[in-house]
């Protein structure tokens, strides 16, 4: 690959990281509260989802990580348009954090799938089951720390949360089996394709 080409590459990729950022962000305008812990339903996480099915791990890592870091800075990135600099200070840190291990362990998971639809699906699907296990994880621990609930109130505060987010994961791999079966080689797989010259096994 030439010094043009990976440059343009290069650029393709930031592109792509800014662009799934600012989607994770705008989604984070849609809210609904629930329970009393304060910790409301929110889309955002579907954005996440969306980024590391199709981005992969460093991609859709990397889009997640810039989505928190702008909030730091005063823009109003989180639930409701709060920097997450003022939401780290609330009881939905641990979710905060969740989303960025959450995004880059999405993106490993989605790496491996097939390119057969059927098999890609079921990998997608379990790549979002695993990524709102960690979020649900993080987010306990971050309830009993500034809420000071045991660990039994603190996931029973998740409950609520199950039904939409199975939805959520249901659409993000429908959308994004739809994006990846229109560019098949958007996301990197960590398998390379076997070159014409290559010996077969």
Known sequence: MSTTETTKFKAVD???????????????????????SG?????QNMGILLASL???FW???????????????????MAGWKPAAAAVAGPTVGYIVGYVIAAFVIGLIAQYA???LNA?????????????????????????????????TALATNTPFIPGDLIKIVLAVAIALAVTKAVPDLL?????????DSPKA
Request: charged share 5%.
């Open 54 to 56: 199709i981005l992969g």
């Open 120 to 152: 890609r699906a079921a990998v997608f699907f379990l790549a979002g089951i695993v990524g709102v296990i960690i979020q649900y994880l993080c987010g306990t621990v971050g309830l009993m720390v500034r809420l000071d609930y045991n660990l039994g």
């Open 39 to 43: 910790v409301p339903i929110v889309l």
């Open 188 to 196: 990197p797989t960590l398998r390379k394709p076997q070159s014409a």
């Open 114 to 116: 097939p390119r057969n």
């Open 14 to 36: 930031l592109a792509y990281i800014a662009v799934f950022a600012a989607l994770i962000i705008v989604l984070g305008g849609v809210q609904f509260p629930v329970g009393v």
């Open 59 to 77: 991609r859709g890592g990397l889009a997640t990580t810039l989505f928190i870091a702008v909030g730091f800075v005063g823009v109003p990135n």
